[in-house]
């Protein structure tokens, strides 16, 4: 009787919690495909909502493809236009295990088409200027489009450049290597990935050295936090397999490993397990000489400085100093911003620690200032959520709170915080560190900081058809 009420919510378009999909996955391993079929995006259906306007959603990865889907439904007549250039969809939590060998760049890659329906107007454009003042963007291809409402969810963009010798078509080459970089669409010459063959390069060189192996990470808002340490792990892993070392140093801009208690204190323990890596905070990466191999890092710190009888207290005295470390692989994670078409415009936060950043309420997720307005993703200036699983719970929120708008109503729906980072600690376990505004919000029963292998296999092989099928369906 449970199975059956899974399947009928499934084939009634009703959204599923993750634990609802957890049981739907288990029941049989042609689960993903029988989804496909039964999840695809429904187009004109009965809705509760007879409101009208015309919605405009720009930018064509999760966020937007989510909150399309649910609009389309909750919609009776919907008039909704979506601006984004991509045909093609990267399933970017994947892009790790692409790098790790168990994914191939295929498993990740898929068309956009099937979840943008022929009711919906589709601009294959990027927007280059906001007017939301009138109403109105323009796109790069010099259309002009007008909207009642819009939904921003342009993502973010890397900034390789802004480190002093690098730049992003170096990436692959002089032993420099990252995950974030979009290169699998068309992958190596020989269908691999630059990140793929970084691994395989780094196990070469360690069995005849050890080498020095470098993983940085910089001191903006970054897609998913822990990347750099996942594939820190999964690199030292990568040579333990086959009895090979490294020295392995994480230099990261920040002052510690993770901002959660539990989880920084889990890593540490998964580092001491290691017994190869040396960590270096408030060390961010400014320049690499990519000929000689040399990072130069500005490091950040305090000294002690003369005694305050009145306070009782020393003296801290800022410092900071360039620190060069020789390498022999590097894996650079880049300084992000928000895209120059917010970030240029009245949208976006106009001072502040979130300058640039799309300027809404960090609960409604409604411009502070154009109620027409909602934004979702990467792009929203907000404390947490640069993952696809804040975007997820972003949807439902971002949809209820516009629809209202829609209806002359206040924004009710608020969200949480809530964000995950499967923090891959070895080839078999990752934490599954899930959190919001107030800290640690773990959807199951276990213990957060623990590393299971249970989530291993969910990240590997469940998370991927769920994302695909139910996610971008906005049926999760």
């Not at 923090?423 to 990752?430: R, T």
């Amino acid at each position: 009787m449970q199975h059956e009420d899974l399947w009928k919510k499934i084939k009634e378009h009703q959204e599923l919690s993750r634990r609802d999909a957890l049981k739907l996955m288990a029941l049989s391993p042609v689960a993903a495909s029988v989804l496909a079929s039964s999840a695809a995006p429904a187009s004109a259906q009965a809705a509760a909502s007879q409101a009208k306007g015309r919605v405009v959603i720009v930018g064509g990865g999760s966020g937007a493809l989510m909150v399309l889907a649910r609009l389309r439904r909750a919609l009776a007549n919907p008039d909704i236009t979506i601006i984004a250039p991509n045909e093609k969809h990267v399933y970017q939590p994947g892009q790790v295990f692409v790098a790790a060998g168990e994914y191939e760049p295929d498993d990740i890659i898929f068309d956009n088409t099937g979840y943008i329906g022929d009711d919906v107007n589709w601009i294959k454009d990027e927007v280059a200027m906001f007017n939301p003042d009138n109403n109105k963007l323009t796109t790069k291809g010099g259309k002009e489009v007008e909207y009642d409402y819009l939904v921003v969810a342009t993502g973010m963009q890397y900034h390789y450049e802004q480190i002093e010798g690098l730049s992003a078509d170096m990436i692959g080459q002089h032993g420099i290597s990252s995950v974030y970089l979009s290169d699998l669409a068309a992958g190596t010459a020989e269908g691999g990935t630059i990140t793929r063959d970084w691994f395989h390069a780094v196990r070469e060189a360690s069995k005849t050295s050890k080498p020095r192996v470098l993983f940085t990470q910089h001191s903006t808002p970054i897609k998913c936090g822990g990347a750099p340490q996942k594939m820190l792990y999964l690199c030292d892993d990568f040579l333990k397999r086959d009895k090979l070392s490294a020295d392995f140093i994480f230099a990261s801009a920040s002052e510690k490993l993770f901002g959660i208690p539990e989880i920084e204190t889990s890593l540490h323990k998964v580092q001491k397990g290691y017994g190869n890596i040396t960590n270096k905070f408030s060390h961010e990466l400014i320049r690499i000489d990519a000929e000689k191999k040399v990072a130069t890092f500005l490091h950040k710190y305090q000294v002690q400085g003369e005694y305050d009888k009145e306070y009782e207290e020393y003296e801290m005295i800022d410092k900071e100093e360039e620190v060069a470390i020789q390498y022999d692989f590097i894996h650079v994670s880049p300084p992000v911003a928000s895209v120059d078409a917010v970030a240029n415009s009245p949208l976006g936060w106009q001072k502040g620690n979130a300058k640039g950043w799309l300027e809404v309420d960090r609960e409604t997720l409604q411009h502070r200032r154009y109620k027409n307005v909602f934004g979702i993703g990467d792009v929203c200036g907000i404390p947490i959520g640069k993952t696809g699983g804040s975007a997820r719970h972003q949807g439902p929120i971002v949809v209820k709170n516009l629809i209202a708008a829609m209806e002359g109503k206040e924004a009710a729906e608020k969200f949480d915080g809530y964000t995950v980072c499967p923090l891959k600690v070895s080839y078999g376990e990752v934490i599954m560190a899930e959190f919001n505004y107030d800290g640690l919000a773990p959807s199951f029963p276990l213990d957060p900081a623990q590393p299971r292998w249970i989530w291993w296999i969910f990240d590997l092989y469940m998370l991927q058809p769920m994302y695909r099928y139910l996610m971008l369906n906005g049926l999760m």
